[in-house]
């Protein structure tokens, strides 16, 4: 949207580096909350998984600094509160997606015993640099800490574009409201405006109308951009330069690699994470680490299991980790985005599992067949690999999808909740297969019950 653009715009001239000085974050007591589970049942209902035993705390506040890049990374985490050493997941949410919007599926996990850390990284705007991340630029400009933004508080570039954001009228500036505006959280639903008029569509592109008969293009309709959906073919007269056009913000290899330091650094700073949360210590193991992503997180999660990519004119450059022993992606990463090529997938030996919507969200003419989604899992090494394709579904129904709406009204479709259920299902038997060496989970993973369960819908293929 215009404005959108004229906020990155002014953006620009904001100083990437002042974020190194971002005023230490003051408590809220709302942010770390407990949530007690139900037991699990013996038996495992496929289309709605029950939570674990484990009582699960939650910590949204938490803060790394990166000294070699110079730059803040926000963080929350979600474990067990039972004593106990438990497999730590890092979880990267998709571009457009906020990490601490997006924790059903990790508080999931932590119940049934895991400790699940869920770094918020930086939006790519256009030509793949990393924009300015809306909390951080909340935190920074909120100075009297009331938890909103006045027109004063913002740098004097941004004034300009303050009545654009403040999209309910209120005279302030919310942290969803800077997170919609640079590629976040979707703000609360406003009173509908006067529709244009709209042009009647051209018959190729009737014909691949999908069930929410809306394109990307069409003026009612917005989507926050997800990297787990191939680029779209542009219109005449719009096509942008590699790695500039619509759809291509962040297909830069630097933006995975960036994420993965990201990722990499909880690891290696975890004295500090305990310090800051003293119900930590003990808890996270460090011998049994798993990367679960979606789109930009689900490409994170390949090359440190071991996928190859393509930088600059070094080709099969691997940022592999030992430490990582199972990987989870939700939108397959596939060849021709971040540097991926149809052999990148030769090297992967570490244990993965795919999940992809069948059914793909209509991004103009060039989406590839759903088929396409398989790359990945037919490329990789033998052993421990697994795809499910779920009928009737996108990937923005999958855990760690980025917010969608539609129409000036902010009413977005549903979402399929069955493959948000079946995905967190089918993750857990993997993890706890990989991580914990679960003899029952590797039995139903090597059985038909995901298939059983949805009658078909979700259809787990392994090798």
Request: glycine fraction near 10%.
């Amino acid at each position: 949207m215009l404005w959108t653009r004229l906020l990155f715009t002014g953006l620009a001239a904001v100083s990437i580096s002042s974020l190194a000085t971002l005023a230490q974050e003051a408590p809220a007591p709302d942010k770390n909350t407990e949530k007690k589970t139900e037991a699990s049942p013996g038996a495992i209902d496929v289309n709605k998984p029950a939570v674990g035993k484990l009582t699960v705390i939650k910590k949204t506040d938490l803060k790394l600094t990166d000294d070699a890049r110079k730059r803040d990374v926000l963080l929350a985490v979600c474990f067990p509160k039972e004593e106990g050493s438990y497999p730590v997941i890092l979880y990267s949410v998709g571009q457009g997606a906020v990490a601490n919007d997006s924790l059903a599926t990790p508080e999931f996990l932590a119940s049934h015993g895991y400790v699940v850390f869920a770094p918020t990284h930086p939006q790519p705007a256009r030509g793949g640099a990393a924009a300015p991340n809306p909390d951080q630029m909340f935190e920074q400009y909120d100075t009297n800490k009331d938890g909103k933004l006045s027109k004063e508080e913002l740098p004097e570039q941004l004034r300009d574009f303050f009545d654009t954001v403040d999209t309910d009228g209120d005279g302030f500036i919310s942290k969803d409201e800077l997170r919609a505006a640079v590629g976040g959280a979707t703000p609360a639903p406003q009173p509908p405006k006067e529709e244009p008029k709209k042009e009647e569509p051209r018959k190729d592109d009737k014909e691949k109308e999908d069930e929410f008969d809306h394109t990307p293009d069409s003026p009612d309709m917005h989507l926050t951009e997800d990297p787990a959906q191939p680029a779209p073919e542009q219109p005449r007269g719009r096509q942008g330069r590699q790695g500039q056009g619509r759809g291509q913000r962040g297909n830069d290899p630097t933006s995975i690699i960036d994420r993965s330091k990201d990722l990499l650094l909880v690891i290696d700073q975890m004295a500090k994470l305990v310090e800051a949360t003293p119900e930590l210590k003990g808890k996270a193991n460090l011998e049994q680490i798993a990367v679960v992503g979606h789109g930009a997180g689900a490409a994170t999660a390949m090359i440190l299991g071991g996928a190859t990519i393509d930088v600059g004119e070094e080709k099969g450059k691997t940022f592999a980790d030992k430490r990582v022993k199972a990987v989870v992606q939700y939108g397959p990463a596939q060849s021709g985005r971040y540097g991926f090529s149809a052999d990148s997938w030769k090297g992967l030996n570490t244990p993965m599992l795919a999940v992809s919507g069948a059914t793909q969200m209509n991004f103009g003419r060039g989406t590839p067949d759903p088929e396409a989604r398989k790359e990945s899992f037919k490329g990789a090494a033998e052993g421990n690999k697994y795809f499910v394709g779920i009928e009737g579904a996108s990937d923005f129904d999958l855990p760690g999808a980025p917010a969608m709406r539609m129409g000036r009204s902010g009413q977005a479709p549903a979402r399929n909740e069955a493959a948000g259920n079946w995905t967190n299902c089918v993750t857990l038997q993997f993890l706890n297969s990989t991580l914990k060496a679960d003899e029952a989970a590797k039995q139903w993973l090597a059985g038909d019950a995901l298939d059983k369960g949805t009658e078909g819908k979700a259809r787990l293929e392994r090798k």
